[in-house]
Nanobody
């Protein structure tokens, strides 16, 4: 069974930082593209970043150098370091992977709230 379990969300003030973690199981993590997507209440799901098995990473334009994705293939984990968080970053953040075309899996999500 594919499982993705996120943690690390919380509430921070504008300009603050959070580090999200995701533990994966039930599929070949080392050979998989991992990513993060987010969804704020009432809005569409929004892609944030992908990281490939060789460590190459790509980011949405709104990240603007503030977020860094990384992975630990030995532990089946992917991380998202988020700095200089702004209210617009408030959302539920989901760890994701695409097992095959048309088969995307996500975890239950972790809430990130940025407010003063």
């Amino acid at each position: 069974e594919v499982q993705l379990v996120e943690s690390g969300g919380g509430q921070v003030q504008p300009g603050g930082s959070l580090r999200l973690s995701c533990v994966a199981s039930g599929f070949d993590f080392r050979d998989s593209v991992m990513g993060w997507v987010r969804q704020d209440r009432g809005k569409d799901l929004e892609w944030v970043t992908n990281i490939y098995k060789d460590g190459r990473a790509f980011y949405a334009s709104f990240v603007q150098g503030r977020f860094t994705v990384s992975r630990d293939n030995a532990k089946n984990m992917v991380f998202l370091q988020m700095n200089n968080l702004q209210p617009a970053d408030t959302a539920v953040y989901f760890c994701s992977t695409i097992l095959r075309p048309g088969d995307e899996r996500r975890g239950q999500g972790t809430q990130v709230t940025v407010s003063s």
